[in-house]
């Protein structure tokens, strides 16, 4: 289930389920459905009694993450390290605990070090990631106005000035850190679930990438959401003549990709309340469309809550390699 | 891809749909996407003709375990084939760089301070 519990299902169930989630996204986004075959594979997938379940010899695909390694490794290099010996990762990502580039900021010089002893020991790609996080940008947190406080008193244009304030703060404190970890040899930089304050909050990613971009032509950028559709905090916000408020992973990429972003990661929420085959089928139907627009490589985020992926700390193994393959079968993605 | 326990989260995708990383090519994929935005097709097709192999042979981990010891490309350590004299992950970096024809900034960082030694 969506909530990482066992659940026992007959196959009209999983048949159910698997066309009842392709429904729901279709219908509240307006997409197509998925195709039959395509959703026969997902049946075939779901109700396989096998722990275990992955992509054909040769379908393989590679993999980014938004943090690599947990405390019980050791230092965070060490984890590196391990993540590439031990577990076959394609690519790694140093962090910081407070996953924030506003906190990150005041520590640059400490991840820099860090950076620079992990390109010393790891062979692998290793990126830098945090989030945006516009919000702590805002009142008691941050030096602008509460744009959550003040929208429901209705002063909706000082909302919106708050938030367009934010915006270029969030930019220039991305943009250093950036740059930082660049200087200290980073491979590249994570924006993770850029949109999760809203579109001003994606907006402050894209324009951090727009500057990198231009500014160094060979930094790996990836893009990662926060969720399928972009939600309009602000509403009238736009990037090159395009409304960021409603835009779901076919025009979340296309924007990402115009602002110089070499990788994206399309996010869509899961129900914790439906089964995993439901989630997918969902998560599935969202994705669908970007992948014929989109000129970058999508690796689809496949965390817990996301991507059909149970809401579960400790997710179970059958869950997400089921998650996993689906993805890559029904989707053709470039990676995870 | 995501967080949550790396038994349940970062081993099960890799053994579900990963490359690998270092035990085939998939690190040498993924900097392709990274650097020049290739789709996946078109990476793995990039490193195979510059490792005159073809696209499937990227994932066949004993073939490729072979071949990134003959280029001294970098490989997975394991206590019974000792590699005591395979490359730094600097110098892997460096032939990396070299087979992709890409630019690996902390190869290009440490050239330069190594420059300024060596004036």
């Known amino acids: 289930m969506g909530d990482g519990s066992l659940a026992h299902m007959t196959p009209s169930e999983i048949r159910q389920d698997v066309e009842d989630g392709t429904a729901t996204a279709a219908q509240r986004a307006k997409l197509p459905l998925l195709a039959t075959d395509e959703l026969d594979h997902l049946f075939d997938i779901f109700a396989s009694p096998a722990r275990f379940s992955s992509v054909d010899i040769g379908d393989e695909v590679v993999l980014t993450y938004d943090g690599t390694g947990v405390p ?33 900021k005041t520590v640059v010089p400490y991840e820099q070090q860090q950076m620079k002893e992990a390109q010393q020991r790891v062979t692998i790609p290793v990126h830098y990631g945090a989030q945006p996080d516009l919000g702590r940008y805002s009142r008691p947190d941050g030096p602008v106005g509460n744009w959550s406080e003040l929208l429901p008193a209705m002063r909706i244009d000082e909302a919106r000035a708050a938030q367009e304030e934010a915006v270029e703060m969030a930019v220039a404190d991305m943009v250093y850190v950036a740059e930082g970890m660049w200087e200290a040899g980073a491979d590249g930089i994570d924006f993770d679930t850029c949109g999760a304050a809203g579109d001003a909050d994606f907006l402050a990613a894209l324009k951090a990438v727009e500057t990198l971009r231009a500014r160094h032509p060979d930094l790996g950028i990836e893009v990662g959401m926060a969720g399928e559709v972009v939600l309009g905090t602000h509403g009238q916000l736009e990037y090159k003549g395009v409304r960021l408020a409603g835009l779901k992973p076919e025009g979340q990429v296309q924007v990402a990709q115009k602002a110089g972003a070499t ?66 079968d029904v989707l053709r993605l470039d990676g995870l | 891809m995501g967080t949550g326990d790396i038994f349940g989260m970062a081993v099960a995708h890799a053994v579900a749909s990963g490359m690998g990383g270092m035990r085939t ?19 793995k097709a990039h490193v195979a003709q510059r490792l005159g192999v073809s696209s499937a042979d990227l994932s066949d981990n004993v073939a490729m375990h072979e071949l ?19 490359p730094s992950p600097i110098e892997a970096k460096t032939r990396i760089a070299r087979l992709l024809d890409i630019p690996i900034n902390s190869v290009e960082r440490f050239q330069e301070s190594s420059a300024r030694i060596l004036k």
């Open chain 1, 72 to 104: 019980q490794q050791g230092g965070r290099v060490d984890a590196l390290y391990q993540t590439e010996q031990l577990f076959g990762a394609d690519s790694c990502e140093l962090y910081h605990a407070d996953y924030s580039y506003r906190a990150v």
């Open chain 1, 263 to 328: 990788v994206y990661g399309p996010a869509v929420n899961v129900n914790t309340g439906k089964s995993t085959a439901w989630n997918m089928a969902r998560a599935l139907t969202f994705v669908k469309p970007c992948m014929a627009v989109a000129e970058i490589p999508v690796h689809m985020n496949v965390g817990m809550g996301v991507g059909g992926v149970p809401m579960a700390s400790y997710t179970p193994l059958d869950a997400v390699a089921r998650c996993s393959r689906a993805c890559v």
């Open chain 2, 25 to 43: 090519t998939g690190d040498l994929v993924v900097r392709l996407q990274m650097t020049r935005g290739m789709k996946l097709k078109q990476a």
């Open chain 2, 68 to 86: 990134r010891g003959e280029l001294r490309l970098g490989r997975i350590y394991e206590v019974e084939a000792s590699c005591f004299t395979d």
